[in-house]
């Protein structure tokens, strides 16, 4: 038969344990809640853009690509805004000036804390009709309303000798850089070419909202550029919010070293060409592809496999000297 004390010390130790995991439970719920907090308070930015579509795919839904300037961090642990590609999956039914969530899809965060959130605003150009001023006294109103702010900022700005800070900002601070990658091919980077590229850039609207915008750009790509060049196209970037000077847009450039029959050895262009024993023996003609087209060229009786022909000039361009290009340099190999 138990004794008083025993069943005591079993309510006791029963109770201890109920506390231990009600404390284990609590401490587990502040934790989390803590780092929801602080996951919260130290989100990265939030991008918001306006995305154009048509009557057909708002109405039966869509999906898009589209590109956008994201800060991301790099493996050495800084900061940079490229340029990213995301595919987007718009719902049936959406109508002008639709805002739609995408969560985290916007900036990482600089200290640790969750990405940013993507907001897109619907565009649908046949719908925008709607929401224009309905004739032309409001027209006359709306600006009549906006000139007459800007009268009161200047007449308050000349009775407290001060100029009007809504146009003279005193630290102005230039728009944001943009990188983006762009893909070349073998002669166009020997040669030289011109690209037409569409970026996301924030962009200031005449009621002086900053959105993003698509912008389209012609890209003139010199001759003889290499692989991860950067060309830099001034004041093509992101539009300061604080009306200083639109940030840069950096084009890196990504340039194969090889095609299926050349590739690419400092300023020369080495290939290699298969050849019969008769060939090789007697001479003969072939065409070979060159960065001018296809050319002809005489292979003498007696060749053998590892002698090699020069095409002089028919290399790479050299930027610094544009009469001295490298060489085409055509290797025979005899089966």
């Known amino acids: 038969m138990a004794t008083h004390n025993s069943i005591f010390d079993e309510i006791v130790e029963g109770f201890k344990t109920v506390s231990e995991g009600v404390g284990r439970e609590l401490q587990s719920g502040i934790e989390q809640g803590v780092k929801g907090t602080f996951l919260e308070l130290n989100r990265g930015e939030d991008i918001q853009i306006k995305l154009a579509i048509g009557d057909n795919d708002a109405s039966r839904g869509c999906c898009k690509d589209i590109w956008i300037p994201i800060l991301e961090r790099k493996n050495d642990g800084s900061f940079e805004k490229v340029v990213k ?184 262009i080495e290939s290699e060409i298969k050849i019969t024993t008769a060939q090789s023996q007697s001479g003969c003609e072939l065409m070979v592809k060159t960065i001018f087209g296809e050319r002809k060229i005489c292979v003498s009786p007696g060749t053998k496999s590892g002698d090699s022909l020069v095409l002089s000039g028919f290399g790479i361009f050299k930027s610094t000297f544009p009469n001295k290009n490298g060489d085409h340099i055509i290797r025979f190999k005899c089966e």
Do not use: M, W
């Not at 000036?97 to 995408?102: E, F, G, H, P």
């Not at 001023?133 to 308050?156: H, M, V, W, Y």
């Not at 037409?196 to 900053?210: A, H, P, R, S, Y």
């Not at 001034?234 to 299926?260: F, H, I, M, T, W």
């Open 85 to 268: 590609n995301l595919k987007i999956k718009i719902p049936a039914g959406v109508s002008y000036d639709t805002k739609l969530k995408y969560d985290e899809l916007g900036d990482v965060s600089r200290s640790g804390g969750r990405s940013g959130d993507l907001y897109i605003i619907v565009v649908v150009p046949s719908q925008s009709d709607r929401h224009k001023p309905s004739n032309i006294f409001d027209e006359i109103e709306a600006n009549l309303k906006t000139t007459c702010e800007q009268i009161g900022r200047n007449f308050n700005a000349y009775t407290t000798g001060q100029e009007d800070v809504s146009k003279t900002p005193p630290n102005p601070v230039r728009g944001e850089d943009l990188q983006i990658e762009l893909e070349i091919g073998f002669d166009e980077a020997i040669l030289g070419c011109i690209k037409e590229i569409q970026i996301q850039v924030l962009d200031c609207q005449d009621n002086g909202e900053f959105v993003r915008v698509t912008r389209s750009l012609k890209v003139t790509i010199p001759a003889g550029v290499n692989d991860l060049s950067k060309l830099r196209l001034k004041e093509q970037g992101d539009a300061s919010k604080s009306y200083g000077q639109p940030g840069d847009l950096y084009v890196c450039l990504r340039v194969p070293d090889r095609d299926n029959e050349r590739k690419r050895n400092g300023l020369n």
